[in-house]
């Protein structure tokens, strides 16, 4: 008979007390076996909060970065034993919900689980995206289908499934310490042929945060090229240390 898996979900904070409480009030606790949230020296008491609702809770000594707080996440999942880690921010953006549809594509086989909040056109404006990134999401998702050749129809969003498998065949600990981080794991899992699968995730984009600013996301756009740009010299002539199987 084989071993249950271990579900570990991982809440990357950062200033997230006020939205830290509803978020995990709503949080399907059943479906995991453990929960981590790692606080990346936040100002706000977030790492407080979560002890005091019974979280199992780390806090950063300083701040690391969105990708270098989801590096620590992932060690702390996986020397904690976990199986399949599943990603979700604590801001409310992302509705668990998604999370049994994304733990059935894993026991089908998927490595990598990604949210599609693209499954109704229209959903993501209603839930408060705003217009001026919509259009720009869209275009940076067709263009990424064809160049890294996989069949998914929303790669920058928030939630995100991980197993235990994924983790030990790329290396991420070489992907940058910023947003960045999360592209370039799928695009490590794409030139891996690891198994990526999708599930309809339902977001809520109220309120002063409503995603990335401007600047931000341009900065991300930029990235996004350059991660692309290096994916296919790595399928051709030259490869970096982002694109090397990691051995375990």
């Not at 950062?14 to 830290?20: E, K």
């Amino acid at each position: 008979m084989e071993k249950p898996k271990k579900i570990i979900a991982i809440l990357i904070a950062y200033n997230a007390a006020g939205t830290l409480r509803q978020f995990y009030s709503s949080f399907p606790r059943h479906l995991v076996d453990e929960l981590v949230l790692v606080d990346d020296a936040s100002k706000d008491g977030t790492f407080e909060l979560a002890k005091e609702l019974g979280i199992n809770a780390y806090q950063n000594r300083v701040n690391l970065g969105y990708g270098g707080n989801m590096k620590e996440a992932i060690r702390i999942a996986l020397e904690g034993g976990a199986d399949v880690i599943i990603d979700i921010h604590p801001d409310g953006e992302y509705n668990p919900s998604a999370i049994p549809a994304a733990l059935k594509a894993v026991e089908n086989g998927a490595d990598l689980v990604l949210g599609n909040r693209f499954y109704d056109a229209k959903a993501p404006l209603s839930s408060g995206m705003r217009v001026w990134k919509f259009f720009p999401i869209m275009a940076l998702n067709k263009i990424a289908q064809v160049v890294l050749g996989v069949k998914i129809h929303d790669l920058h969003q928030g939630f995100r499934v991980y197993t235990r498998k994924l983790l030990e065949k790329i290396n991420y600990k070489n992907d940058s310490n910023g947003y960045i981080f999360s592209f370039e794991l799928i695009a490590q899992a794409a030139f891996n042929k690891c198994s990526i699968a999708e599930v309809p995730v339902d977001t809520n984009y109220t309120g002063v945060k409503r995603g990335a600013s401007l600047k931000h996301s341009l900065k991300y756009s930029f990235g996004i090229f350059k991660v692309m740009f290096f994916f296919l010299l790595a399928k051709s002539f030259y490869r970096t240390s982002m694109y090397e199987r990691k051995f375990t």
